[in-house]
């Protein structure tokens, strides 16, 4: 069985920091493309970052280059993002994604296998 639990989320103020986190269970972690997804009220599932199975090559939305950072820990099953400078429309549940995803894809929600029950970050003004 499949499990991916992100930790982590919470109430920040603008300009604030937070780390999240999502283990893996039950799956070949290393050999997987990770991504973090957020979803705000009323909007639809977007892409945050996205890293590849060696941690080589990271992605990122552009409206989050240069204020967050993937990585991931494979001896850990663990996939972490960094967020700083956080802003009042950062505010979403995020979810952490897993598969076998191809550069191409890595933006797409619907290209990943496996997801997270996902953590609140919300961020005051």
């Known amino acids: 069985q499949v499990q991916l639990v992100e930790s982590g989320g919470g109430l920040v103020q603008a300009g604030g920091s937070l780390s999240l986190s999502c283990a893996a269970s039950g799956y070949a972690f290393s050999m997987s493309t990770k991504a973090w997804f957020r979803q705000a009220p009323g909007k639809e599932r977007e892409f945050v970052a996205g890293?590849?199975?060696?941690?080589?090559?990271?992605y990122y939305a552009d409206s989050v280059k240069g204020r967050f950072t993937v990585s991931r820990d494979n001896a850990k099953n663990t996939v972490y993002l960094q967020m700083t400078s956080l802003k009042p429309e950062d505010t979403a549940v995020y979810y952490c994604a897993a598969g076998p995803v191809t550069t191409a894809s890595i933006a797409l929600p619907e290209a990943y296998r496996y997801w997270g029950q996902g953590t609140q970050v919300t961020v005051s003004s």
């Open positions: 890293i590849s199975w060696n941690g080589g090559r990271t």
